[in-house]
Structure formats: structure tokens, C-alpha cells
């Protein structure tokens, strides 16, 4: 699609030819006389058609419910982490401490009362 330009009389900046007034300096791009634009010319460059391109994007949106998901998962993930990695270990070295420390009480009340024992004979 071929875009026609006419050159600004005032500064020479080219404008789409349905424009009426010049983008940069604001002259009047209408032909005083005659039906014709002079300096018409046809171009493929799209940047020349629009001269501000943020007017038409559109900004971009956020997604909520994917955000959401994505928040959800990660969450899940990090307790699942944190359960197996953190939680379960720390929960069995007490185990394992609380057993020991029941054995070495258990060893040092048989060698007590074997020493009171040995001392009441």
C-alpha cells in the first residue's frame, strides 16, 4: 500500500497528503489554488504516514488471572521447598536428638544405680 506525501511549502517536511496542516511547523497544507497538491509523491515508508506512532498502540495490558496463576504456583512451589528441604530434616534431627539424649539417660541411670549398688554391698 502506497502512501502519498506532499512536501511542507513552508519547511519542506514530508506529510501524508490527507493532512492539512504540516506536522512540524503547522503551516497550511491545502493548495491555495488548484485542485492538485504539488510535490506529491507515493512511499512505502509507514514511520512518514503516522508522525506520532504512540497514538495508536495500545498500552500494554496485564492479566490478571495468568499473573495470578503464576503467583499461585510459585507460592505452592516454595512451601513444597520449604516443607521437604527446611521443615522435615530440622523435624527429624530432633528426633534423632531426643532419642539420643533418652539413651544417654538411660546409660547414665544404669551405671548409677549400679554404682549405688555396688556401694550398698
Known amino acids: 500500500m502506497a502512501i502519498e506525501l506532499v512536501s511542507c511549502p513552508a519547511c519542506g517536511r514530508k506529510n501524508a497528503s490527507d493532512r492539512t496542516i504540516c506536522v512540524a511547523c503547522n503551516a497550511n497544507l491545502t493548495p ?31 492479566n490478571w488471572f495468568k499473573a495470578g496463576t503464576l ?26 536428638e531426643r532419642e539420643t539424649h533418652k539413651k544417654v539417660q538411660g546409660i547414665q541411670g544404669v551405671t548409677i544405680q ?8
Open 114 to 121: 549400679g554404682v549405688k549398688s555396688a556401694v550398698d554391698l
Open 32 to 62: 491555495e489554488t488548484g485542485d492538485s497538491i504539488k510535490g506529491a509523491e507515493t512511499t512505502s515508508d509507514p514511520t512518514l504516514a503516522n508522525p506520532h506512532p504512540t497514538q495508536n498502540v495500545k498500552a500494554p495490558t496485564v
Open 71 to 96: 503467583f499461585a504456583l510459585c507460592l505452592i512451589a516454595f512451601s513444597f521447598l520449604y516443607y521437604y528441604v527446611i521443615f522435615l530434616p530440622r523435624l527429624e534431627r530432633a528426633r534423632v
